[in-house]
């Protein structure tokens, strides 16, 4: 259990989390919106227009990973956005935005200059890095 600016949010064993992302890859996630839509309830105004900049360049995104369909693939960005948001005290927006486009350069043909125009060089240059 972790608790999270005056809630609980329950993040289960490794196991039952590795479940809900595999059950993922079958169809739609809704607990990776439910748990999203949580997390956003904390932003401040500022926050909210940043993290909303970030998810809909994300999710415009046609990824290519696998047999997936790019909404499919979309829920663990914002799996990886969210828990970033409801685990860091101060709300790290950075480390939201930096969730949901973790993968940008790895799955799209995007580039580093076009990432560091819409969200800083700090960002596109750890995106960069997680890139496998």
């Keep these: 259990m972790v608790k999270v600016r005056e809630r609980k949010y329950f993040l289960g064993s490794i196991q039952s989390e590795k479940l809900i992302r595999l059950n993922g890859l079958k169809k739609v996630d809704p607990?990776?919106?439910?748990?999203?839509?949580m997390a956003c309830k904390f932003l401040n105004k500022y926050q909210k227009i940043k993290i909303d900049?970030?998810?809909?360049?994300a999710?415009?995104?046609k990824y290519k990973?696998?047999?997936?369909?790019?909404?499919i693939y979309f829920a663990h960005p914002k799996r990886v956005s969210a828990l970033s948001m409801l685990l860091y005290d101060n709300n790290n927006i950075d480390a939201a935005i930096l969730g949901l486009i973790h993968n940008v350069f790895?799955?799209?043909s995007r580039d580093e200059k076009e990432i560091s125009?819409?969200?800083?060089?700090?960002i596109s240059k750890q995106a960069f890095v997680l890139t496998v």
């Design 59 to 61: 999710k415009k995104i």
């Design 65 to 71: 990973h696998g047999n997936m369909s790019p909404e």
């Design 117 to 122: 125009l819409l969200f800083g060089s700090k």
């Design 106 to 108: 790895e799955l799209t």
């Design 53 to 57: 900049k970030a998810y809909s360049f």
């Design 31 to 37: 607990h990776s919106n439910q748990l999203y839509s």
